[in-house]
């Protein structure tokens, strides 16, 4: 029985009966060695009744192998591959290394785990040593866990806890603490050892109620063991004395299998005939209970144990079994890292050896693995340019890994006199960890240099991207977009190559904050249309390059449509790393085209996948273009909420559009000095050229207009007159005309040109709000006749958008003319859908089934049934055929 844990079992219990019931959970047990952790999962195991168990554990020596903790917990259901949706399980199958290496990224290994678990359940998984997991399955599981819904899967992680150790943002965690002297008490009553009182009070204190340590410890302390000690180093002690008294081939089967990945008996076994032990010497180690015997897999009672086996033996033992375990395994990787064990020097095959396992690693999606092959490998090189060609593949797959930090440390080990094709690769290595620690600066100026090295063009091409992206983020300096922008003509494109189209279109984009004239430049349109073509075959990256350019040149919709391409393209290769990034991007582009339902589908998919994949960046920026929804819709919450999420980072686009919302909502509420002075500090503050900027102008004269202080917006206006004319699109000018209706007496003539070229099939919130400044003069004028005429077009729209406060106002000023008006009851039933109910129903009115929208939401069939079934009486539906008829 479990001493002193009743709370934490009823968190357990509470946990399996509601995966009973259809509902999934995840949860993180952290603590110290011997706190309780494994004990807790073997009570949920005995618990479990009808549910499903799968059981796995992360191993101290498995932890560079890729994938080597998911296959240990999903190898029992593994024969279920072939019911997960092609990409799913092609990418599953291919980093188990039971097929070719799957489409995708790593991510997509996550959504074939969240579908192969989905398909047992009720289920409950239980993962030990948590920490000891390699990168690969802990970020593979952490992705099913953090989209666990429906599917009746509960899964629980037990972890050390310290700083590192298996980061789990967004999962609820359990933290074990000692348990209370009571409790402490009658465990070592458990043990039936009889203890003199003052030691037995000892052992209660010094251990501070450490289950493990008061049960291993009676049996080897003293009341002369006096010597300060860790709790951990005691414990494993405790483990060795037990350990070292058995027969010496007895010791070498245990350290066979603590130095072993698979615990497979016949291939230690195997290994053990060349150290002189045979099964039978396995039988003293089981009497003691160190170790158990299942399905032909010898197992450790207790992580310690295979700790103390392992680290109390000689090196020249240790180097002897992994000899020996390197000659009987034919899986070529444990091979490899078998012999890495067992090298005592520099050994040029060995690292041959270890640099095509890497290789593997990164074919299957094990970047961080690979990383620490290669510097493995690298180590034990003979030749010094082997060395050095190695270590910088090890920063490489570290920087695709996110290890940015170790891969910058280990680039600094590099030698000075690199060869130039192998600096360029160094120093992009080095400016992606000074994009993640922002020095944005530092990173733009390696990138430039780095340009000017790369014997590639291509290569040369997207360094000098990343230098403009860099110089775009960096908010004090607008002049560092020059560089980049002007050595695009020098890394050796022929000038008509499609990749100058994207040069331009950025050159297009950054004309004005640079003040350069235009008109040597191709056309806009048509460098646009090059840019769309060549970036068609360059996979996300070309694509997302092109529609953030697109957006910036001030082309919405031609950006709306390239993303919508990019979003189409990620889901159907699998490539889920680029959703965060085109979602984000295409949230933003319909809430300004005023497509505000579909902006809020799109965001709430962005910004749940940005939080799966550890995207903040596309956090931020779907942040912001969330926030400015809410400021047009009147939400002032969720405008709020939505701006905090971007402050992390305020040289982002994200936390501009941010407060251009927060300016928004102000102005609405009819709080304009406060709504003037935000929008004065973003108009004037360093991140004048991001795109939000200039299109936050209109506002800013406004404001400045209601105040009473035109003027103070003269500098403004005058920018964003300067961008319509370089821009050219007619709802630019429409804008520019409505501003000069506010700021000069003869307002009429401007207020009709800006209603004839605001579109009418777009943007209806900014044509409404001209309709309603066009309407308050008129009725300030007199003319209530004609004033009710457009305020009553504006009130329309502003209910049909569900602008709140504007409707309002349009509403005070029609009554002020004489109008009856009568509010607007809410509109729809699919108002009362969440975003994810309105996202499922809207494909399912496409005819989808409810397994091609999981795999293409990168849900479970059983979330997307459930979402379905609360959305059908919402949209007063019984069946999917009416789906189509209800709007969904």
């Known amino acids: 029985m479990l001493r002193g844990r009743q709370a934490e079992q009823d968190t357990i219990t509470a946990l399996l009966g509601r995966a009973r019931d259809g509902i999934s959970g995840a949860l993180v047990v952290r603590g110290e060695p011997g706190i309780g952790k494994t004990s807790l999962l073997d009570h949920a195991a005995a618990q479990a009744g009808d549910l499903r168990v799968l059981r796995g554990t992360g191993i101290e020596s498995e932890a560079e192998l890729p994938f080597a903790g998911l296959h240990l917990l999903l190898r029992p259901v593994?024969?279920?591959?072939?019911?997960?949706?092609?990409?799913?399980?092609?990418?599953?199958?291919?980093?188990?290394?039971?097929?070719?290496?799957?489409?995708?990224?790593?991510?997509?290994?996550?959504?074939?785990?969240?579908?192969?678990?989905?398909?047992?359940?009720?289920?409950?998984?239980?993962?030990?040593?948590?920490?000891?997991?390699?990168?690969?399955s802990a970020d593979a599981l952490l992705f099913a866990a953090r989209r666990l819904d429906r599917e009746g899967v509960v899964l629980v992680f037990a972890a050390r806890d310290y700083a590192d150790a298996f980061v789990a943002p967004g999962l609820p965690e359990l933290r074990l603490t000692g348990l209370d002297d009571q409790s402490a008490s009658a465990l070592l009553d458990d043990t039936g050892i009889e203890l003199p009182a003052e030691l037995r009070a000892r052992l209660v204190a010094e251990t501070r109620g450490n289950p493990l340590a008061l049960r291993e410890l009676p049996a080897v302390v003293s009341a002369h063991d006096t010597g300060p000690m860790p709790l951990t180093t005691r414990v494993l002690d405790a483990f060795w004395h037990q350990v070292r008294s058995l027969p010496a081939p007895s010791r070498n089967l245990l350290l066979l299998a603590a130095a072993d990945q698979t615990g497979e008996l016949k291939t230690l076994l195997r290994a053990a005939n060349e150290l002189g032990a045979a099964l039978t010497d396995l039988e003293p180690a089981e009497e003691r209970g160190l170790v158990s015997l299942v399905a032909g897999t010898l197992t450790f009672r207790h992580p310690l144990i295979r700790a103390a086996v392992y680290h109390g033996a000689a090196a020249s033992s240790r180097i002897?079994?992994?000899?020996?375990?390197?000659?009987?395994?034919?899986?070529?990787?444990?091979?490899?890292?078998?012999?890495?064990?067992?090298?005592?020097?520099?050994?040029?095959?060995?690292?041959?050896?270890l640099e095509r396992a890497a290789g593997r690693a990164i074919a299957r999606g094990g970047h961080a693995a690979a990383a620490t092959m290669y510097e493995r490998a690298a180590r034990l090189s003979e030749q010094p340019e082997q060395s050095a060609r190695r270590l910088l593949l090890a920063c490489e797959a570290a920087t695709r890994a996110g290890r940015l930090d170790w891969a910058n440390s280990l680039a600094e080990t590099l030698p000075p006199d690199l060869a130039p094709d192998l600096r360029v690769r160094l120093i992009q290595v080095r400016a992606s960890a000074d994009f993640a620690k922002g020095d944005l600066h530092h990173a733009h100026r390696l990138l430039v240099d780095g340009a000017a090295l790369a014997d590639d063009p291509v290569e040369a091409f997207w360094m000098l991207v990343r230098a403009l992206h860099a110089a775009w983020a960096a908010p004090t300096d607008v002049r560092l977009l020059a560089e980049p922008l002007d050595r695009f003509d020098e890394v050796g494109l022929a000038p008509d190559d499609p990749l100058m189209s994207m040069a331009w279109l950025a050159r297009w984009g950054t004309a004005m904050v640079l003040d350069r004239d235009t008109a040597a430049f191709p056309p806009l349109d048509e460098v646009l249309a090059k840019?769309?073509?060549?970036?068609?075959?360059?996979?996300?990256?070309?694509?997302?390059?092109?529609?953030?350019?697109?957006?910036?040149?001030?082309?919405?919709?031609?950006?709306?449509?390239?993303?919508?391409?990019?979003?189409?393209?990620?889901?159907?290769?699998?490539?889920?790393?680029?959703?965060?990034?085109?979602?984000?991007?295409l949230t933003l582009v319909q809430t300004v085209l005023g497509r505000h339902r579909e902006a809020r589908?799109?965001?709430?998919?962005?910004?749940?996948?940005?939080?799966?994949?550890?995207?903040?960046?596309?956090?931020?920026?779907?942040?912001?273009?969330?926030?400015?929804?809410?400021?047009?819709?009147?939400?002032?919450?969720?405008?709020?909420?939505y701006a905090e999420l971007t402050a992390d980072d305020a040289a982002s686009s994200g936390d501009t559009w941010a407060q251009t919302a927060l300016a928004l909502l102000d102005l609405g509420q009819g709080r304009v000095q406060k709504a003037f002075d935000r929008l004065r500090a973003v108009t004037s503050g360093p991140s004048r050229h991001l795109s939000g900027v200039v299109r936050c102008v209109p506002d800013h004269v406004e404001a400045a207009v209601r105040l009473g202080r035109p003027q103070d917006a003269a500098a403004s206006l005058e920018l964003f007159a300067n961008w319509a004319a370089t821009m050219d699109r007619p709802w630019i000018h429409a804008l520019l005309a409505r501003c000069r209706a506010l700021t000069t007496p003869e307002a009429e003539p401007h207020f009709v040109r800006a209603l004839d070229l605001h579109p009418s099939d777009s943007r209806p919130f900014d044509r409404a709000r001209t309709e309603l400044l066009y309407?308050?003069?008129?009725?300030?004028?007199?003319?209530?006749?004609?004033?009710?005429?457009?305020?009553?077009?504006?009130?329309?729209?502003?209910e049909e958008l569900g602008s709140g406060p504007w409707a309002a106002r349009a509403r005070a000023e029609l009554g002020a003319t004489g109008a009856g008006v009568t509010p607007k009851p809410a509109s729809g039933a699919q108002a009362e859908l969440t975003p994810q109910e309105l996202q499922i129903t809207q494909l399912a009115a496409q005819g989808l089934s409810n397994r091609d929208i999981a795999?293409?939401?990168?849900?479970?069939?059983?979330?997307?049934?459930?979402?379905?079934?609360?959305?059908?009486?919402?949209?007063?539906?019984?069946?999917?055929g009416e789906l189509a008829e209800a709007g969904g």
């Open 531 to 585: 840019a769309r073509s060549a970036a068609a075959g360059m996979g996300p990256r070309g694509m997302t390059e092109v529609a953030s350019r697109a957006l910036v040149a001030a082309r919405d919709e031609e950006s709306a449509e390239i993303a919508t391409e990019l979003i189409a393209d990620a889901r159907a290769h699998g490539v889920i790393v680029a959703l965060p990034a085109a979602l984000g991007h």
């Open 601 to 641: 589908v799109t965001g709430a998919e962005g910004m749940r996948i940005a939080a799966d994949t550890g995207q903040p960046l596309w956090a931020g920026y779907t942040a912001g273009a969330l926030a400015y929804l809410a400021a047009i819709e009147g939400d002032e919450p969720g405008c709020r909420h």
């Open 320 to 353: 002897a079994v992994h000899s020996a375990l390197a000659a009987e395994h034919h899986d070529p990787d444990l091979r490899a890292w078998h012999l890495a064990a067992a090298a005592t020097g520099p050994d040029e095959g060995v690292a041959a050896e």
């Open 78 to 136: 593994l024969d279920r591959l072939d019911a997960l949706p092609e990409l799913q399980r092609r990418a599953l199958a291919g980093a188990f290394g039971l097929g070719e290496s799957g489409d995708g990224d790593r991510f997509l290994i996550g959504a074939g785990v969240l579908t192969l678990l989905a398909e047992q359940g009720p289920l409950l998984c239980l993962v030990d040593d948590a920490q000891w997991l390699d990168r690969a």
């Open 775 to 798: 309407g308050e003069w008129l009725r300030r004028a007199r003319r209530k006749s004609k004033a009710r005429d457009h305020l009553s077009a504006a009130l329309k729209v502003f």
């Open 855 to 880: 795999a293409q939401l990168y849900l479970s069939p059983r979330t997307v049934a459930y979402h379905l079934y609360k959305a059908y009486p919402k949209l007063g539906v019984t069946s999917r």
